[in-house]
T-cell receptor, first 116, second 112 residues
Framework: DTGVSQDPRHKITKRGQNVTFRCDPI?????LYWYRQTLGQGPEFLTY????????KSRLLSDRFSAERPKGSFSTLEIQRTEQGDSAMYLC??????????????FGPGTRLTVL | DQQVKQNSPSLSVQEGRISILNCDYT??????FLWYKKYPAEGPTFLIS?????DKNEDGRFTVFLNKSAKHLSLHIVPSQPGDSAVYFC???????????FGQGTRLTINP
């Protein structure tokens, strides 16, 4: 199965530390998305890439957050100077990027971040 | 503002019966709607979708109904099975946008 994969699955860090997550999309998918999910809520959009270009960023993505997708394949999401409020599940999704309305996003298993 | 709302945090249904999950939205520019299913410690799994040009889409035991005038969609699962126990999220996409807007989720429990 070549679904979306994310690494690590769990990350515990101390406040103030930097963390980096990786996402590998489904091969041939041109679009890659990052979402964040907190307890009792649905996923909230953070940012998305079309190939290597970052085309949209949410207001949720503060200056401490940066995402990259070099070469249009895998993506990384870095959080600098983590805060306890950053504790959440970080979800990555990918889609074909067909340009059609029905471009379905498929999610990875997520990275659960706990900031102590 | 919550543009997509799932007003029932939880639902309990007997095995073999029909499960009906509801979702309301406020943004009339939404033109594509999806349902995802999520087990604990896993990412959301795509279940079924519907375009705003349709009012019904069916896939096996799952049917999604869209009522544009009421800005309401529902997911019907029949017959319900124990493996359907999960959290179900409704999501919507705006015309020309790529991001999905999710509801808060409904936890479905199927009782044997």
């Amino acid at each position: 199965d070549t679904g979306v994969s994310q690494d690590p699955r769990h990350k515990i860090t101390k406040r103030g530390q930097n963390v980096t997550f990786r996402c590998d999309p489904i091969s041939e998918h041109n679009r890659l998305y990052w979402y964040r999910q907190t307890l009792g809520q649905g996923p909230e959009f953070l940012t998305y890439f079309q190939n290597e270009a970052q085309l949209e960023k949410s207001r949720l993505l503060s200056d401490r957050f940066s995402a990259e997708r070099p070469k249009g394949s895998f993506s990384t999401l870095e959080i600098q100077r983590t805060e306890q409020g950053d504790s959440a599940m970080y979800l990555c999704a990918s889609s074909l990027g067909s340009g059609r309305v029905t471009d379905t996003q498929y999610f990875g298993p997520g990275t659960r971040l706990t900031v102590l | 503002d919550q543009q997509v709302k799932q007003n029932s945090p939880s639902l309990s249904v007997q095995e073999g019966r029909i499960s009906i999950l509801n979702c309301d939205y406020t943004n009339s520019m939404f033109d594509y709607f999806l349902w995802y299913k999520k087990y604990p410690a896993e990412g959301p799994t795509f279940l079924i979708s519907i375009s705003s040009i349709k009012d019904k889409n069916e896939d096996g035991r799952f049917t999604v109904f869209l009522n544009k005038s009421a800005k309401h969609l529902s997911l019907h699962i029949v017959p319900s099975q124990p493996g359907d126990s999960a959290v179900y999220f409704c999501a919507a996409k705006d015309q020309g946008a790529q991001k999905l807007v999710f509801g808060q989720g409904t936890r479905l429990t199927i009782n044997p």
